[in-house]
């Protein structure tokens, strides 16, 4: 098959790669510099001739080297803000309407790419008959820097750019996707982290509104990493402070070097953080309020967290391990608000005997970051009348004498098929369990992105859609299987300690 595809704005020439078409690099608007810096992405420019798309495209500006101590790998690609390309992986270019997958990485709104090979797209390609695209937006300063009330009304959505570069994305794919065997109409997006946190945020986003039939949301809401405009403006000053920018000065703005820029917001360390902003105009309200108030109620969606997301931070943040309980509860506390005492009793007592206190008390983190979202992001939709099918992935990995559990984005290579790839083993080590796990829940997303439910003949039993009765989810394991409420112990711990801590 002729991989030439004639695309709105051009000619590309892609790759193929065992039975599956690859197009890589593919630009789905301008680079986003000098005048466009901050501002909302605007439509490639068409080229002439044919483009060659057999290589990814440079990566968002984003910190250079090794993530998450190197279990996560690194960026081999070039970091630029030239950023804005996506990447195609088809059956066949031949006119076919095969349900499309986008895919959005994420990398708390800091670091990550769509060309990172963990989501190469060609085991769901092959085995699902689907198309998969994977996209690349802006990270950190460049993609969330809410300038409005520093520079203006010119720079209103300037703290939601790379949201924005997320739905021109979907907008190229509704108007180019059906000339790579894609139907525009069978669209689902999904993401994992601040991947899931954009899927939440443009469930809410009215400029999003009919790019997406389906989403599938991975250890994120629509709550992680949200920030008011206070907050955000707050930040902003920061780091224009650090980089040497004053209020209004546009030139400077404009003109300073992007690694500048970059090293100017890490150099203030964890006093910064990315993510949406509730700016009152592209985004209007919280996002997971939108949704209570039937913002998607069109839009079927499956939703889950890994049984330890947290332990994974315990890379990046060894002391975590380290610290006395009392110290470790001070450090929850001024990261997550007051937790109540028999919230805490409660953790102290789960687990075996011989557990660390840190991974007891970091559960409180798993729970308050990611697992409360999760519920709440799909009691909403439930009240809405929408199909929701709600899972835990309880696969252990034994790497590191099996400090990290289940942890924070583990579940991404069963997701993809893609245990075969270099270095991955290092993460989720070699257990002879993984290639089923694997089936199980790579097929679940194929099938929902087919037919609007996860259910196959891999699982052991149907997975129920989840309601108000049995709150069922799916346990993804060496064993998987349907659990009823698995989080309603620990959901009702939670409900009595507010009560207790707010009377």
Request: aromatic share 10%; proline share 6%; hydrophobic share 40%.
């Amino acid at each position: 098959m002729n991989t030439i595809v004639e695309t709105r704005y051009g000619k590309l020439q892609g790759g193929k790669n065992e039975s599956v078409y690859y197009w890589k690099g593919v630009p789905y608007a301008k680079a986003p510099v000098g005048e466009l810096r901050f501002q909302p992405p605007q439509p490639p420019e068409p080229w002439t001739g044919v483009r060659d798309a057999t290589t990814f495209g440079a990566v968002a500006m984003q910190p250079a080297g090794l993530l998450f101590g190197g279990v996560l790998g690194r960026t081999t690609e070039p970091r630029s803000e030239d950023c804005l390309f996506l990447n195609i992986w088809s059956p066949g270019a031949d006119g076919k309407k095969r349900p499309v997958m986008v895919w959005i990485h994420g990398g708390a709104f800091l670091f990550g790419s769509g060309s990172t090979p963990w989501y190469d797209g060609t085991a769901f390609a092959a085995n699902g008959d689907v198309v998969v695209v994977t996209i690349n937006y802006r990270l950190n300063v460049f993609g969330f820097l809410h300038l409005a009330d520093l520079f203006g009304e010119d720079y209103a959505a300037s703290g939601n750019c790379g949201i924005l570069d997320q739905i021109a994305a979907l907008r190229w794919v509704q108007e180019n996707i059906e000339a790579f065997g894609g139907d525009p109409k069978q669209v689902t997006i999904f993401g994992e982290s601040a991947g899931a946190a954009s899927v939440g945020t443009l469930l809410a986003m009215p400029e999003a509104k009919g790019l997406f039939q389906q989403a599938i949301l991975q250890s994120g809401s629509g709550a992680l990493l949200l920030k008011s405009a206070a907050k955000a403006t707050a930040m902003a000053e920061k780091i224009l402070h650090q980089a040497g920018i004053r209020p209004g000065d546009r030139d400077r703005l404009l003109t300073i070097p992007a690694e500048k820029l970059l090293q100017a917001a890490l150099s203030l360390g964890p006093q910064v953080s990315y993510g949406p902003v509730i700016d009152g105009k592209t985004l209007p309200n919280h996002p997971i309020e939108a949704l209570k108030e039937g913002a998607a109620r069109d839009i079927s969606m499956i939703i889950g967290v890994t049984k330890d997301e947290y332990n994974l931070f315990t890379l990046t943040d060894p002391s975590w391990t380290a610290l006395s309980e009392q110290e470790l509860l001070k450090r929850i506390n001024k990261e997550v608000g007051p937790v109540p005492r028999e919230v805490v009793d409660y953790y102290l007592h789960q687990g075996d005997e011989a557990e660390p206190i840190w991974q007891k008390l970091l559960r409180i983190m798993t729970y308050r970051v990611f697992t409360n979202g999760m519920l709440r992001t799909a009691d909403y939709q439930v009240e809405q009348g929408v199909n929701v099918w709600m899972y835990r992935f309880d696969y252990e990995t034994p790497i590191m004498g099996g400090k990290l559990k289940a942890c924070h984005a583990l579940e991404l290579p069963f997701v993809f098929g893609n245990l075969h790839q270099p270095g991955i083993t290092n993460f989720t080590g070699d257990l002879p369990e993984r290639e089923q796990i694997s089936k199980q829940i790579h097929d679940a997303w194929i099938s929902f992105a087919r037919n609007g439910n996860p259910n196959h003949d891999q699982l052991t039993e149907e997975w129920p859609v989840y309601d108000f009765n049995k709150r069922a989810a799916m346990i993804f394991g060496a064993s998987s299987r349907v659990e009823a409420d698995p989080f309603g112990k620990e959901r009702d711990v939670w409900e009595k300690g507010k009560q207790h801590l707010f009377s």
